[in-house]
């Protein structure tokens, strides 16, 4: 219990593996990462990032937490996109989140279970917003994962008017922020029509991304 020996014996299995395919592969890794996309979503375990995009280790740099929120004054966040963006010179920042989101639910139920409460205050901001909209969807289930598309939206926004986002493009850098869905129940990722590539794209992009989910 206190080794957790399956999960070496696991990790020892998959090294001989890749090293069997590719005997090289862990030498080129180690020398350096050069990912294209920055990755940003859930913490949710059933959503592995580089696995349902088919990535190996050291094509993806990853951002996850509970409702793969992006918020300004999270300096884990913000310093994960400033690295990502300016020392690894990623083209790509995806933020991904997934239909059945318990911090969706959550946060749309005002559930009370701790600490986390203060952190799902950010979805919760995304549920007020659009609670016109929402109240049009009967269904619960529904609801929930229209608000999960909804908030991929929002945080697709906050990441085009972080300061390392728009630094990038004041320079010239090639970035494109995506905004995805990734679907439980089928395996299937969902792209949510919001992707910008210039600051002055993101109001309008935003707009019709909104128009498309409602």
Request: glycine share 6%; with cysteine; aromatic share 8%.
């Amino acid at each position: 219990m206190r080794v957790l020996k399956h999960l070496f014996e696991n990790n020892r299995a998959w090294a001989e593996n890749v090293r069997r395919t590719d005997p090289e592969f862990f030498q080129r890794l180690a020398r350096q990462q050069s990912p294209s996309y920055l990755w940003i979503g859930c913490s949710d375990s059933r959503v592995p990032a580089n696995q349902i995009v088919g990535l190996l280790p050291g094509e993806m740099f990853v951002h996850r937490n509970i409702a793969n929120v992006v918020e300004h004054t999270d300096l884990n966040c913000m310093s994960v996109m400033q690295f990502a963006i300016d020392v690894l010179k990623v083209r790509h920042v995806i933020v991904c989140g997934h239909y059945g989101c318990a911090g969706i639910r959550a946060a749309q139920r005002g559930d009370q279970l701790g600490l986390v409460d203060h952190w799902l205050r950010h979805v919760h901001s995304v549920c007020q917003k659009h609670a016109p909209q929402l109240a049009e969807v009967a269904d619960e289930a529904q609801r929930s994962d229209r608000l999960c598309e909804l908030n991929v939206i929002e945080q697709v926004a906050k990441v085009c008017h972080a300061t390392a986002t728009r630094d990038a493009w004041e320079r010239g850098q090639e970035l494109a922020v995506h905004g995805w869905i990734y679907g439980l129940q089928d395996g299937l990722l969902r792209d949510l029509n919001t992707t910008v590539t210039a600051f002055d794209e993101t109001h309008a992009a935003y707009h019709a991304a909104i128009s498309g989910v409602l």
